[in-house]
């Protein structure tokens, strides 16, 4: 089983509650597609309290921060979707992409792709700010044009009951979790909104 996290755009905070989902199900993480550092890994790996998940190396580490087709371009190599395959492991999998769904990996495949290839359920990140509806409903578009299963929205920043309202009215998915604006994000933190997500995803 594996989920794939995807956001509304990039810095939404995909890898934020990917330590979350891997806290509360003790589920292993990959980042497929790197483009700059810090890694995601790493991030990940400095926000995680529990022992049994276990972190898997990208399948394409790229050196510079922009959309990975251009990183990959700078850095002389050519992303091909073949080249995605499931880490070996009997966990749960928490699959976390790169900007939004249709950030490109090359002239043709998009990071979304990638779900669809691996059978992932989607978890949509959409954080909250003005023109985030707009963005939240673009992007539910995409997911639902293609046909993949989402397994839930995840609401992150200061709430905004009518921005959470219409956008769950309009797509009939569920909420799983809302996670505040924070003035620290630690491991206390992660193990806080993992006590509450475990509770929507059982
Ligand atoms: N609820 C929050 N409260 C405070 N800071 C947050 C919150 N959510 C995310 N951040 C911060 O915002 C930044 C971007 O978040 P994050 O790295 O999770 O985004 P991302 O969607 O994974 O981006 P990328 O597309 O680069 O993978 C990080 O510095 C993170 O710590
Ligand atoms: C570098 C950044 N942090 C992400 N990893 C990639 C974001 C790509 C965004 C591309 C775009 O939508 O314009
Ligand atoms: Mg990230």
Redesign the pocket.
């Given at each position: 089983m594996n989920y794939f996290v995807t956001g509304i755009?990039?810095?939404s905070g995909k890898t934020l509650v990917s330590a979350i989902l891997c806290e509360a199900l003790e589920a292993d993480y990959w980042k497929p597609?790197?483009?700059?550092l810090p890694r995601?890994s790493d991030t990940v790996k400095g926000l995680i309290s529990n022992t049994a998940t276990r972190i898997h190396p990208e399948a394409y580490l790229l050196q510079?921060?922009?959309?990975?087709h251009a990183?990959a371009k700078i850095d002389g190599v050519e992303i091909s979707l073949d080249n995605f395959r499931l880490p070996e492991t009997m966990n749960t999998l928490i699959i976390e992409g790169?900007?939004?769904c249709?950030?490109?990996l090359n002239d043709r495949d998009f990071v979304i792709d990638i779900a669809r290839r691996l059978h992932s359920q989607i978890i949509l990140v959409a954080d909250l700010y003005l023109g985030s509806i707009n963005h939240t409903l673009l992007t539910c578009e995409a997911l639902t044009n293609r046909k993949l299963p989402v397994k839930g929205i995840i609401f992150n920043g200061d709430t905004n009951a009518e921005s959470e309202r219409i956008i769950l009215h309009h797509t009939g998915w569920p909420r799983l979790l809302n996670i505040s604006k924070e003035k620290n994000i630690t491991r206390e933190t992660v193990r806080h909104y993992a006590h509450q997500l475990k509770s929507s995803l059982a």
């Amino acid at each position: 089983m594996n989920y794939f996290v995807t956001g509304i755009d990039t810095d939404s905070g995909k890898t934020l509650v990917s330590a979350i989902l891997c806290e509360a199900l003790e589920a292993d993480y990959w980042k497929p597609v790197q483009a700059g550092l810090p890694r995601d890994s790493d991030t990940v790996k400095g926000l995680i309290s529990n022992t049994a998940t276990r972190i898997h190396p990208e399948a394409y580490l790229l050196q510079t921060p922009a959309s990975p087709h251009a990183a990959a371009k700078i850095d002389g190599v050519e992303i091909s979707l073949d080249n995605f395959r499931l880490p070996e492991t009997m966990n749960t999998l928490i699959i976390e992409g790169a900007g939004g769904c249709l950030v490109p990996l090359n002239d043709r495949d998009f990071v979304i792709d990638i779900a669809r290839r691996l059978h992932s359920q989607i978890i949509l990140v959409a954080d909250l700010y003005l023109g985030s509806i707009n963005h939240t409903l673009l992007t539910c578009e995409a997911l639902t044009n293609r046909k993949l299963p989402v397994k839930g929205i995840i609401f992150n920043g200061d709430t905004n009951a009518e921005s959470e309202r219409i956008i769950l009215h309009h797509t009939g998915w569920p909420r799983l979790l809302n996670i505040s604006k924070e003035k620290n994000i630690t491991r206390e933190t992660v193990r806080h909104y993992a006590h509450q997500l475990k509770s929507s995803l059982a």
